[in-house]
């Protein structure tokens, strides 16, 4: 089942925010905030005792994303992550809650994955490469390196011939399973799980 998450931090939300929201709407279609939960971080930002739905009513175009998402929203605070608090601000409180939202949201949902027209395409893509590229290295490339070399291909046709090309950044992230990617340990640059093949 699948769970997704827009996470903002508690502060104006911006024209840019606003176009990210949209960017992804129109990627993944309204059908996908079935699946969606608004998790604001840095609720420590809040004025005292307000609750995250105050601050959310402030904003019409955020009011209107946490209705379009089934009224879900949650908050983080960063500030007391090591010093706990009681009640509200506890962030044992906190994550306990966005859990329990995830967990009655796939329940709502039939405990279904979330899917649509770009993401099938992109999996069909994927698998005709594979295919594609057995019958092409014959063996000479282990199961590891045919994955590696199609996922490589598959998100260089996404960023060139797909109508959201600003927006396969966000499908990279969100979609793991097509294109796998870690964060360095001795960095904070993303890079692939596996390096390209080298084809002899």
């Not at 996908?32 to 420590?44: E, N, P, R």
């Not at 969100?174 to 890079?191: A, H, K, T």
């Amino acid at each position: 089942p699948h769970a997704f998450l827009i996470i903002l931090k508690v502060e104006m939300y911006t024209a840019h925010e606003i176009e990210i929201v949209r960017k992804l709407r129109s990627l993944f279609g309204e059908d996908a905030l079935k699946y969606t939960i608004v998790l604001f971080t840095h609720g420590d930002n809040l004025e005292r005792d307000q609750k995250i739905e105050t601050f959310v009513n402030q904003n019409s175009e955020l009011q209107q994303l946490v209705d379009d998402c089934g009224v879900r929203c949650h908050v983080i605070d960063n500030r007391y992550w090591n010093n706990q608090k009681r009640g509200y601000r506890s962030n044992r409180v906190q994550i306990k809650n966005l859990l329990k939202t995830i967990e009655n949201m796939v329940k709502a949902n039939g405990g279904g994955c979330y899917t649509n027209e770009t993401i099938q395409a992109l999996e069909m893509h994927n698998s005709n490469i594979i295919e594609k590229l057995r019958e092409e290295f014959n063996g000479r490339l282990t199961e590891e390196q045919i994955s590696d070399e199609a996922e490589e291909r598959t998100y260089t046709w996404a960023q060139l011939s797909q109508p959201h090309c600003g927006a396969m950044q966000w499908l990279q992230g969100l979609l793991g399973c097509i294109f796998p990617c870690l964060r360095r340990q001795d960095s904070q640059e993303y890079v692939p799980l596996h390096p390209k093949p080298k084809v002899n």
